[in-house]
């Protein structure tokens, strides 16, 4: 963590619009400064005040601006945010904004650009396919909305109550590296929308008020304002665990049911009830254990509000409930928190730790949840085989806190008196105090000089004489501990875990882990790796080698981030490590560079079921191979159309008319007679002479134009384009890059509930619904992003035209071009996405172009456009791609189709997309 003082990051305006009023300058630069901080997601380069402060510096700003690089991590402000809040809220716990889907063969190495992932090192030839996935809390609306309560966007404070952010009170994400079949590796992220991520979607903004740092006597009134307007006392996030049971994968959290995750897309498909028998009134644990010895998942559920307060049950291998008994109720008082529990071969053990929840407390002017120094830590013990609900208690010798326990087994002492031995990371309220909404670092600081810090520790409790004798067993500070899972319920020698690294925890009250370590219990002694300067670990996952006897026969996976790398992004970079468990101190054999930053958070899983992953990339490309092999491409006719199309045919030709065929030229487009070249397009030919169209090109777009001519192959754009093929203001967007012959990628916006709709309500940090089209990013020129057609027009001409004026008829029309919100229009089709945007060519004032654009846009699919507009050199790209020149012309890199005619695309795109 770098410097807390002020960022004195650059800020670039541009100077040339002279025309905009600056209200709409302002309002497009605060969209463009949140842009910034959501997609960069930059650590904080720059904090809430620097963007609010940012002030249209003249009467010619554009609108538009462009911050430098930094590898300043600068916490948000604690006075807005709390110091909690502040710091869960920054650097690598700053969100996510973006789901991301990218893939890598095993070779791809680093250095080699074709990739968007790559690898260094190299990944075992026997490392099993599979699944890591990793979790945590990522809020899902722009950092300002996780202010104080009543301080963010739409908040209204009528007094209820307020309170601060609180890191476990962000909504869900997932984020999953795939080994796959064919030696190739997916990474995807996706947000897990469950109910009150829904609810605070509809809604725009967040609704949901805070509750774990709700001010002293607030958090009753927040609950009931959470019930009425958001229908539950609590958000049901599903951001603190994963499982994968009985060929079903979910996302658990302690006091919501599990939610089910689609195990091929992680898309969410809703609360999962088993069938019905998971009353509502039980809560799924987030650590629940599934005994190797016979294939069952023992689970608890802790409810603080309603009794019962705990109850257990177990789910077959075939995923069904086989038991669930509720074991004791405290009415009116409350309940012990409880996090993690333990079982061995025969008995389940639950742990009551000293910290609970109290709703009485409020009367009081306190918060319910608690750690209670003079409440005993106490273990109940249920024995399986009896199937029995009475609990047999075992109290502990002092008031004791554990989050997490490594594991638990049976053993008989030399009296051959029955054993079990527990083993945990001992914390007594460290994270209660240390995650509080203020004053958590003097606190810290505090319990780090006295040593009252998250270390292992052993609990044996003995069923005969009942009692239990403890130890530490280490000094370190450790947390999120794992194990070879085929362990589970048996005795161990070994357990994985993350450092934390405390001078963090002092200083900024982030917690990080700055190494992994390497517990053996039986020689007590440890192997550590260090992750490295500014480097620091998540979660790790035990994955057993093939074949393998020995327990710590396998690998470590986890992920590493590393906040100094500034090479491409300058909020640091995250990897997927695996490191040799037999050789932990070597360090990772192998690390995938990821396409996009994983948030520090919470827990992982391995998913070993060999079939999903194997099948998840190939079934995609299988099922639009499938797809590819049953379509027939017909040779293309010029000025084909169907019947039914007549009607949308003639609208898209008066459209063209009204817009004077606006676009159909490019820039400096004159007609010349030149000697006859095959290779180049001509609208007329013959007598061994051509009829030549020369343009004025941007001296970017000329550079372009001369290495695709040697090349033969487009580079990726660089320009994004959300757009509604409707609307005036995007059309106007669209034939100015038609007459600048750039290429870019289009993402429609149809509906307010389409993806590309939710992604730009979150980079402009609005309510979904509020969204403003044309709105356009240009990655070349370090992320620039404009709003409104006004400001991206005079963006494109100074940037792509060299600074030209806008042409007389461009400048008619954009007098009447006004940024629009979308509309929200359900009766559109939706469709399921490509791997990949297809890529279309054609021009704007086309007709039969804007038959294929109308049903892309339809159905939301994101499209790289290559413009062929009267005048530019793509029509020779394209006439020596294909044989001839006709546009439309779609490429689907998915499945390998290419086809011309409107009517073939139109056919293609509902069969395989609808
Ligand atoms: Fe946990």
Redesign the pocket.
Known sequence: MGSLSAHNAPVRYYKTYRRKSCLLSLQTRRVSSILRVQTETDLSTRTIQEIDSIQPSSDEDTGYISAAASTSYQLLDPVEYGEHGAAFLSGNYYPVGQEVTACCDYDAQAGDDSSTMKINGKIPSDFPLGQYAYVGPNPKFAVDHYKRWGAGPGQVDFGLGSGWHHWFEGDGMIYAVDFCTGNRVKFRNRFIRTSSWKREIESGKRIFRPLMNADGGTFLANALSNLITGGMFMKDSAN??LLHFAGRTFALQ?TCPPWELDPDTLETISACTFDGKLPPYVPFT??PKVLPSTGELIFFGFNPVSPPHCSVGTLKPDGTISSINSLWSIPFVGSIFM??FCVTEHFTVLFEGSMDIKPVRQLLGKHPLQYNEDKRARFGVLNRDAQSTSVTWFNCSSSQMV??FINSWEEKNERNEQLIVITGIREDGFFQEAMRANGSSEWIKEAVRVGKIPKVHEWRINLVTGKVTERYLFSIPLE?PRINDAFVGRRNRYAYAGRVLLSELESTTQLKFDAVVKIDMQEQKTVTYEHGPNRYGMEAQFVGRPGGVDEDDGWLVMYVHDESYTATDVNGRTECVIIDAQDVEAGPVATILLPERVPYG??CMWRADLKYPGATFEDTAVAFEALSANFQVNEPKMFAFEQSQRGELLEAVWKGLSRVALGLFVHGWSPRIARENVTEYAFVRGAGLRFLEVSKLGSHRLREAVKERADATPAPPTLTLYDVEDDDSCRLVREVLSICDVSYLCKPCPTASCSNSSELAILQGVELGSEVVPFLRDDRNDDIAVKGADGIIQYLYQEYLDGEEPASLVSLFQRFAQASKINDASHRRTSRAGEQPLIFWGYEASPFCALVRKALNERGISYVFRPCARGSPRRSLLLNRTGIFQVPYLEDPNTGISLFESVDIISYLKKTYD
Do not use: E, L, Q, W
């Open positions: 603190t665990a302690d987030a650590h996090h993690d989050y997490h999120t919470a827990h």
